[in-house]
């Protein structure tokens, strides 16, 4: 969810994770209201990547969209995204359900598409020729993604996690690439079974 919509009262769900499924389940309860939904997981470790991961995927469709790539060119990012995402997770020991769930596609899906999005917002700066620096500085607030992608990019390696896109947003943001060196790259990648 976005803090904005919360706080106009929109319609919103979010998930909150603690060390058993009955207190997780508990403060959820007493915290919830009828417009804003708060569902319970013992998954802490689930809700962590997919909190963290998705702000470095949200950076990626920013720059996408900033480079005018299309709606396609950001649902496939959305996806292989995703599949980087669990695959992620599935290595670090979350939950694929949690992954499935708010924390993981829910908070993906949202942030990967809407300038509310600081994330978003800092890769579309990026996209549209902005240097970090100065993408970051028109940023609202904190981008998270920009710091969390060399953690996640390192972390990726440590495991032997394929994580092209992830790569791709260390390399322009940390790396100071060129995104249509780095775009040409991942286009160039083989096309291999989409589920492995």
């Not at 969810?1 to 499924?21: E, H, I, N, Q």
């Not at 005018?68 to 599949?83: E, V």
């Not at 908070?107 to 300038?115: A, P, Y």
């Not at 990019?153 to 060129?178: C, F, T, W, Y």
């Amino acid at each position: 969810s976005f803090a904005a919509d919360v706080m106009k009262g929109l319609p919103t769900a979010v998930v909150m994770a603690g060390p058993t499924l009955a207190e997780a389940g508990e403060w959820a309860g007493r915290l919830s209201l009828p417009w804003f939904r708060i569902y319970g997981t013992d998954d802490v470790l689930g809700v962590e990547i997919g909190g963290s991961l998705k702000n470095v995927l949200a950076i990626a469709c920013g720059i996408s969209d900033g480079r005018k790539l299309g709606d396609s060119a950001r649902a496939a990012l959305t996806t292989r995204g995703f599949a980087e995402l669990t695959r992620f997770g599935r290595k670090l020991g979350a939950k694929p359900e949690t992954l499935m769930g708010l924390s993981g596609l829910g908070d993906l899906l949202l942030t990967c598409s809407s300038r509310q999005s600081r994330n978003y917002s800092f890769g579309l700066a990026l996209g549209e020729g902005a240097t970090v620096a100065e993408a970051l500085a028109q940023s609202r607030g904190v981008v998270e993604g920009a710091f969390t992608v060399k953690i996640a990019q390192a972390l990726a390696n440590k495991h032997g996690v394929d994580m092209p896109i992830v790569d791709a947003v260390h390399r322009i943001v940390d790396e100071r690439a060129s995104p249509e060196e780095v775009i040409a790259q991942l286009l160039a990648r083989p096309a291999g079974a989409e589920h492995r």
